[in-house]
């Protein structure tokens, strides 16, 4: 039987169920398929530096300020936001559709995981997985839009979307957090095995010293810095709203801070044994071909995975093993993620149109699975993934952020009581600075990065693809974010939004400047 906290809403069954499920979020495609490449291409080594910059000064404080909303809120996004102030709805909206933009393409990898999981057995790529990868499997074509489905990334991306449904149609306790508990610690066992191995093959110290060599130069190019923040943001799945979500179905006297600071000490560390492992099985490739490791082609992007791992895979002794642990682990590390945006979306659902929780699991999952079919299962699938993953990473969740910083800390001044309510529940306590980071540095410094980032975009252009289809599958997707965010928030509410919702425990909701940082703890009342 599913738990329910006071106020009848579902719980994960306990702190452990609430800290594996929000590891499974942040550790997912991101961390080994993301995380190598945008380091790589970004410095290298010297890329730890603005990466660990961004995780202190926006990751773990913008996650904390996620789980601070969503617990004391208690809503996914929209409810939450509306329950913190009433406008703020649009926003929980915005970071909402967001995620949902993202899952349509996610689920695209996570299917052609799927497929690669399958052919290692056999190394069915042959002696040319680059060719195999885009013109047998994808079939890409040209930039356009195209119709024609391919059988073979369709039926695993069908088969991906009927496995998400039946874990959202189980619930909180029983679906997800049963997923994450299997699930985490398999793929923390499986790739672990994964890097020892890759650091015994030859070359493998070569692969190292081309990943952790600094280039210096790096840290004075503003993109380098936006690739930081954007990939602290994905990995640490925060300002998509799917943070509140996940912290509103914890119970409430629960310890969010600390939980925090595991959460994300967890997701950096998998993240770099992500990045040695890839660069060690790099490594081995140069070596075999008597080349520099930076000689080496298709470093980054979904060819990383799909292209130049197979590569190595063939010409590795028990390559098939390896092969099958590593796509077992993409696709295990995915999955757990895009269950975590897809109960965001649907509990937001389900709580504004006042739906049950498995109509609300079957729309949502029906829409993305069938939008993801039509752009992604296409011949054109591959260089709409990459734009929209650019537009929705590099733009769109930057200004979420934002825009949550601003709106929270000083548009509502919500940053005291949200303070408070984690000093009262948590052991790691939050001084003054942490609503002085999010209210000062983030915007400003974020929205300096912002600003350099779209400039480049609008003048540079992207991967020299045409206007219009930028036009679609950049600036159009963000509009059309936008849009039905203002939408959503328009339509009147229709599920329970219980009129006389208290927050627990009870404080101050303005801020007041001489309020003690740790109130006394107070009884749950029901
Ligand atoms: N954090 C996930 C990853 O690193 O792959 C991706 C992700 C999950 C992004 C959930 C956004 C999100 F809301």
Request: glycine letters at 10%.
């Amino acid at each position: 039987m599913a738990q329910r906290g006071a106020d009848g809403r579902e719980t994960w069954t306990s702190s452990t169920g609430f800290i594996l499920a929000a590891i499974g979020s942040a550790v997912g495609l991101g961390n080994i398929w993301r995380f190598p490449g945008v380091a790589y291409e970004n410095g290298g080594g010297a890329f730890l530096i603005p990466y660990l910059v961004a995780l202190l000064t926006a990751g773990i404080p913008i996650l904390f300020l996620d789980y601070a909303i969503g617990h004391r809120y208690r809503g996914a996004a929209p409810l939450a936001y509306r329950r913190m102030a009433r406008p703020a709805e649009t926003l929980g909206w915005f970071q909402i559709m967001l995620s949902f933009v993202i899952a349509v393409y996610y689920a695209a990898v996570i299917a052609w995981s799927l497929s690669y999981f399958v052919f290692a057995f056999d190394l069915r790529w042959g002696d040319d997985p680059r060719s195999f990868f885009l013109n047998d499997y994808l079939q890409v074509g040209d930039p356009e839009l195209s119709t024609s489905l391919v059988a073979g990334v369709t039926i695993p991306l069908v088969l991906v979307w009927v496995a998400v449904l039946v874990v959202l149609a189980l619930g909180v306790a029983n679906g997800v957090q049963r997923v994450n508990i299997i699930f985490i610690p398999l793929l923390f066992v499986a790739f672990v095995g994964l890097v020892v191995r890759a650091l015994t093959l030859e070359g493998a110290f070569a692969g190292l010293d081309e990943f952790f060599t600094p280039d210096w130069a790096a840290l004075a190019d503003a993109n380098v810095w936006i690739a930081a923040y954007s990939q602290i943001f994905f990995s640490l799945s925060i300002a998509f709203g799917i943070m509140v979500t996940y912290a509103s179905f914890q119970r409430r006297k629960a310890n969010m801070t600390t939980s925090g600071l595991v959460v994300a000490f967890a997701n950096s560390s998998f993240e770099l044994l992500a990045g040695i492992g890839v660069f060690a099985t790099l490594g081995f490739m140069a070596a075999q071909q008597n080349i520099a490791v930076g000689d080496l082609e298709g470093l980054t992007g979904p060819i990383l995975s799909f292209v130049t791992f197979p590569a190595v895979i063939s010409q590795m002794p028990g390559g098939n093993i390896f092969g099958v642990i590593f796509f077992g682990s993409l696709v295990l590390a995915g999955f757990t993620s895009i269950i975590s945006i897809l109960l965001g979306v649907a509990a937001s659902v389900q709580e504004k149109f006042g739906l049950g929780q498995r109509a609300s699991a079957v729309t949502v999952s029906a829409i993305c699975a069938v939008l993801s079919l039509a752009l992604f299962s296409t011949t054109s699938g591959l260089l709409a993934l990459d734009t929209v993953d650019q537009w929705a990473n590099n733009i769109g969740i930057v200004f979420s952020a934002i825009a949550m910083a601003i709106l929270v800390i000083w548009v509502f001044r919500k940053g005291d009581v949200l303070r408070r309510h984690l000093n009262a529940v948590s052991t790691f306590k939050l001084g003054r600075w942490w609503v002085l980071l999010i209210g000062a540095l983030a915007p400003l410094y974020l929205g300096w990065m912002l600003v350099q980032r779209v400039v480049v975009l609008i003048t540079e252009g992207y991967e020299g693809l045409p206007q219009w289809y930028l036009n679609v599958f950049g600036w159009g997707m963000l509009g059309f974010v936008v849009v039905a965010a203002a939408l959503l928030s328009a339509v009147p509410w229709r599920g329970r939004d219980n009129p006389d919702f208290r927050p627990w425990p009870a404080l101050p909701e303005e801020p007041e400047p001489l309020a003690r940082p740790d109130l006394p703890r107070q009884e749950e009342t029901r």
